[in-house]
Structure formats: C-alpha cells, structure tokens
C-alpha cells in the first residue's frame, strides 16, 4: 500500500490544521491507521490511531482533547484535525498502516507515508 499525506503547513499558534493520508494499492492492509510525528533531535511519537471502523480511536496525552483522528474507508483516506495548535506541535507528521488487528493504542505499523511538516509559529 502506498500512503500520501498532505493538510501541512504554516499555522500560528492557536490555529487548526486537517491532515489528510491517502492509502492507495493494497487498501487491504490499511485495517489500522494511525499518525506520528517527529521534530528534530527528538524521537518519533505514536500520537493518534484507528481501527478500521473508526468506532476505537487512541491519541497521546500530548494531543488529547486537541486532535480528532478520523477515517473515511470509501475514499481510503484517514484524516487528523489539530486545533489549538501550538509551536511544540511542530513537526513532521506521518501517517501509518497495518493490516493487523491489535489494539488502536499499538505503534506497530508496517507502512508509513513519506511525511508532510506542519509549523506552528509563536
């Protein structure tokens, strides 16, 4: 399966962003979703996941209650909407798959997107 994020950009703090990862080719192996994010110097955090419902969803404390992690299943699309961002919110985020049924709150993911940077500023 191939993954396609796009939704980044330049927000000021405070602001909202959608994200969108597009899954295409072996939509078989899209039965979890989730995003991830990186900035520099700092490791790769596992912030939001989805079952293939959408009915169990997961989020980091660093993004509860900010972030909504959602999935349209007919357009092969899961969507991550960050409102009330703020400047450690930046970051590359990456959108992620598996095939597998394990629970929402697991990391392991075997396809992952090439990334989109979002840049809250001050």
């Known amino acids: 399966v191939q993954l396609q994020a796009s939704g980044g950009g330049l927000v000021q703090a405070g602001g909202s962003l959608r994200l969108s990862c597009s899954a295409s080719g072996g939509t078989y192996n899209t039965n979890r979703m989730g995003w991830f994010r990186q900035s520099p110097g700092t490791e790769r955090e596992f912030i939001a996941g989805?079952?293939?419902?959408?009915?169990?969803?997961y989020y980091a404390d660093s993004v509860k209650g900010r972030f909504t992690i959602s999935r349209d299943n007919a357009k092969n699309t899961v969507y991550l909407q960050m409102n009330s961002l703020q400047p450690e919110d930046t970051a590359i985020y990456y959108c992620?798959?598996?095939?597998?049924?394990?629970?929402?709150?697991?990391?392991?993911?075997?396809?992952w997107g090439q990334g989109t940077l979002v840049t809250v500023s001050s």
């Open positions: 989805i079952n293939y419902s959408g009915e169990h969803t």
């Open positions: 992620a798959a598996s095939p597998w049924t394990m629970q929402v709150f697991s990391a392991s993911y075997e396809y």
